[in-house]
């Protein structure tokens, strides 16, 4: 197992180094000076200058100069933005938790609500039943998330007036930013508005999430349902019943534990997607994540902070799914043995 | 979670007003620059001038200098100054002392002494004050007394006081200036701004939120609202849809065809201004072969601007006939100069010996109130040209990108616009077309012309204004002649508010205000 998680690390770091080699070399190809392209200050003085050309060695050779980059870059140094002249990593700093936010709430909708009804369309006998979840979580997967969205809030927001359809609060709460997270900063705060802001946070944060939950949604639906299907034809389950076991017993300690590897997997695999579909969310109900970030970066030309943006969205996408993979064959004996094979 | 909701009874807002803005502002210092947005997060908000004008009736009125006087030759103007009139105080600064003379000594002696500490510290410059050759026309300001300032000019100008009441002409704080450039971050002047407003800036998140409180020393009447908060929302579409489900309580710069949405919305309504503004199309008369007049007029008989006034602005503007818009007193409504006519522009293409041209319309990115859509006027234009054989391609970019690059002088044409900032004719012409106004890259045009440099000083040393609309003609005929833009159109300012707001001051020029504007308490279920 120690190997085993060896080289998973090991992987990460090849990843992330590649990725970064990608990004180094791109950084090149932006149509602005290299200085510029790599710090965000637009004329430097004398100094900075010189500064400059030290922290990145711009006078040496390639490779020197990607040694540099991967410095400055993980020590947190991702220079300064274009556009406000505020430190990249510091922005970063108030977008990232933002964006948790909404993927943890996402998150929550989709397992709490995908896992109990892909089990149901599982054990269903009606045929009905089971078309009915199948056809709704099918329209699901296939409706265009920024579509989905404009609609969502359409109705919601400006038809019924029931939900607020853009940002995280009603900007006259004035709640001081302790840990990012919205919703935790408000109860920490001390103001007298401290329970009608938190309302107000929920109330802004259901439409995106529920957005965003959707395809995540339909994945674990579809995948619940199939592996449940795969799981209860085992003869181990055929073994409980003859035991006489009470069905839901053997769906919930037996079955299901069975059942939901597979469904991470999944998740793991669609990771990738779940980010693109959340920088469009993310756009959509004006949610200052590091999507909408991110793209607002890419409009005005803010080089160092398109940058940062695909370094800490990329870096994330490779981290978590290494974890999944990793949770994965903690949780399955199955893909253990193959790891005991070839070691 | 919505028994929840409920079970914890009505909710509770902290009193205050949102405005739904356009952009993020470039700068929290109004000398900077000349763009709108900044205008209307700093100005009236944060700071105080000399003198105002007075929203109604257009007059000069006191602000922070009680009275003036002007001498008899009109070459100098001395200011009693207001006493007891308190900066505001932040995290970075808690004022000593009250505002006196030498805080407007500071604030002129920046924009005038090249040699000045902070001269240096803008990197855009002073548009506004080097656009009408601020510099040269004041020779000196002094301080008589703490209380007093005298102002010398080198020329006799009708229009010195106007200008000094527009949103540029702000007043800033030498103590607080002192302190940074002591600290050495003198652009922290510049940036987490300090003045005599009625509100105070807290915090500024970009792409998100600028937040204000209310001045409490404030010394004239105080704001009426606790907390002001600009909800950056660059979107028109999604400001409206914040104003339905009631972020926003004002919203900005609507786009004609959104206003019969507000009509379907009982709790919402329009504010709207005739506007002191034009929309215009200016040539950059340095590059071949706009720099041929023929061509420019050409391509100002190609232009259906009928058509654009019912396509981009449902009719809710007027059709520009020259720079000038109706509500100036120096208009003069007989005099149609250009008119739409492709033959002619067909035979003056012809004539100039000019075959298969081909231009770039740079578009502006954002919304204004003379424009609600450049790209779509920039679209009607292009197919207007291409009735004369003349190819268009459009050009845009975000804002900020867009207007660093448009300083630098590489397009052949742009769509773009001005706000007065007074109700001096002047105010159209000189920051707009003259000599100086292309130093600072505010002619857009870059059109350098002595002959009609000569009728602006002219019309700015006489005083009645019989003499002086007759002079401002004489200027629109000559621009008639020598087409350095077109003027397409005069907006209306409008901004839309949801019904329980009440005393949304907008004037014809100059930025918005929201010192006056009150909201009446209600609880939100």
Redesign the interface.
């Known amino acids: 197992m120690f190997r085993y998680l060896l080289r998973r690390l090991n992987l990460f770091l090849a990843t992330s180094l590649v990725m970064i080699g990608v990004l180094f070399y791109a950084t090149g190809l932006f149509p602005v000076e290299r200085t510029f392209a790599l710090t965000g200050i637009h004329?430097p003085t004398a100094s900075q200058l010189i500064q400059i050309e030290q922290d990145y060695k711009l006078d040496s050779n390639g490779f020197m100069q990607f040694i540099a980059y991967l410095q400055q870059r993980l020590s947190g140094n991702l220079g300064v933005?274009v556009?406000?002249h505020?430190s990249v990593t510091e922005?970063l700093g108030?977008v990232l938790p933002a964006s948790f936010e909404l993927a943890v709430m996402a998150a929550v909708i989709a397992i709490g609500l995908g896992v109990p009804l892909g089990v149901l369309a599982s054990q269903s006998q009606h045929k009905l039943t089971q078309n009915t979840i199948m056809a709704i979580t099918l329209t699901g997967y296939s409706v265009p998330v920024f579509w989905l969205g404009l609609y969502l809030?359409l109705w919601f927001?400006?038809d019924l007036?029931w939900?607020?359809?853009?940002?995280q609060l009603?900007?006259?709460?004035?709640i001081k930013p302790v840990t990012g997270f919205m919703l935790v900063d408000i109860l920490l705060s001390d103001s007298e508005?401290r329970?009608?802001a938190f309302?107000?946070a929920?109330?802004h944060i259901?439409l995106p999430a529920t957005t965003l939950a959707v395809l995540p949604f339909t994945v674990v639906v579809r995948s619940t349902r199939s592996a449940m299907m795969n799981v209860m034809n085992q003869t181990f389950i055929r073994a409980a019943e003859a035991r006489g076991m009470h069905t839901n017993t053997i769906i919930l300690r037996h079955a299901l534990p069975n059942a939901l590897i597979p469904v991470l997997k999944h998740l793991g695999l669609m990771l990738g997607s779940f980010a693109s579909y959340a920088i469009v969310v993310e756009m959509i109900f004006?949610w200052?994540g590091v999507g909408?970030?991110l793209v607002?970066g890419i409009?005005?030309?803010d080089y160092t902070v398109i940058q940062g943006g695909i370094l800490a969205v990329a870096l994330l996408i490779i981290f978590l799914s290494i974890l999944i993979e990793v949770l994965h064959t903690v949780f399955n004996p199955l893909s253990r043995k193959d790891l005991y094979a070839s070691n | 979670m919505s028994g929840l909701l409920v079970a914890c009874g009505p909710q509770r807002l902290p009193s205050g007003l949102v405005y739904c803005s356009e952009g993020n502002p470039e700068s929290f210092n109004p000398q900077l620059v000349t763009s709108g947005t900044t205008i209307d997060a700093t100005s009236h908000q944060i700071y105080s001038r000399l003198v105002d004008y007075d929203a109604l009736s257009g007059q000069l009125v006191p602000a922070l200098a009680t009275s003036w006087a002007e001498s008899d030759d009109g070459l100098s103007y001395r200011f009693t100054l207001r006493e007891n009139v308190k900066f505001q105080h932040s995290s970075r600064f808690t004022p000593s002392r009250d505002f006196n003379a030498d805080d407007v000594l500071f604030s002129f002696n920046r924009i005038i002494d090249k040699h000045h500490p902070y001269h240096g510290v803008s990197r855009t410059g002073y548009p506004f004050f080097q656009s009408i050759g601020f510099s040269e026309q004041v020779k000196s300001v002094e301080k008589i007394n703490d209380h007093e300032v005298i102002f010398r000019l080198a020329r006799k100008d009708a229009s010195f006081l106007s200008n000094l009441a527009t949103d540029f002409a702000v007043i800033l704080s030498s103590e607080y200036a002192d302190q940074q450039l002591a600290l050495g971050h003198p652009e922290n002047l510049d940036h987490f701004a300090i003045g005599t407003g009625p509100f105070t800036l807290v915090h500024y998140a970009k792409n998100e939120y600028i937040r204000y409180r209310r001045n409490p020393d404030f010394w004239g009447e105080p704001a009426k609202v606790d907390m002001l908060v600009y909800d950056i929302t660059p979107k028109s579409t999604v400001r409206l849809a914040k104003l339905i489900a009631g972020d926003c309580s004002v919203s900005a710069l609507p786009k004609a065809g959104e206003l019969p949405v507000i009509k379907q919305h009982e709790q919402l309504s329009i504010e709207s201004q005739p506007g002191l503004n034009v929309a215009f199309w200016a040539f950059n008369t340095q590059k071949p072969p706009l720099d041929d007049v023929r061509v420019r007029r050409a391509l100002a008989y190609a232009v259906d601007k009928q058509n654009i006034l019912r396509a981009v602005y449902q009719n809710t503007a007027i059709e520009a006939i020259g720079v000038l818009p109706p509500a100036s007193w120096a208009y003069d409504s007989n005099k149609k100069l250009l008119d739409y006519n492709p033959q002619k522009a067909r035979d003056l293409l012809k004539e100039a010996g000019i075959n298969n041209l081909s231009i770039d319309i740079w578009a502006m990115p954002v919304a204004r109130a003379y424009n609600p859509n450049a790209l779509k006027t920039a679209e009607l234009i292009q197919s207007d040209l291409a009735n004369i054989g003349v190819k268009v391609n459009i050009i845009s970019y975000d804002w900020s990108v867009f207007s660093q690059r448009l300083s630098r002088d590489e397009y052949d044409s742009v769509l773009i616009g001005w706000n007065a900032d007074n109700s001096d004719p002047d105010n159209f012409f000189t920051p707009l077309l003259s000599c100086s106004a292309m130093q600072s890259n505010n002619n857009r045009s870059r059109w350098c012309n002595k002959e009609f440099d000569a009728i602006l000083d002219r019309a700015r040393e006489v005083s009645t204004q019989a003499e002086r609309k007759e002079i401002y003609q004489e200027a629109e005929a000559f621009l008639a002649e020598q087409v350095p833009m077109l003027s397409l159109a005069h907006a209306k300012r409008v901004a839309l508010t949801r019904s329980d707001i009440h005393d949304m001051q907008l004037t014809p020029f100059g930025g918005i205000s929201f010192a006056q504007t009150s909201q009446t308490i209600q609880e939100k279920n």
Not at chain 1, 163 to 167: A, D, H
Not at chain 1, 170 to 174: C, D, P, S
């Open positions: 004329s933005s556009t406000s505020q922005e108030t809030s927001g400006v007036g939900l607020p359809i853009s940002g009603n900007l006259l709460y004035e508005y329970i009608s309302k107000d929920l109330l259901v004006s200052p909408s970030w607002s409009y005005q030309r």
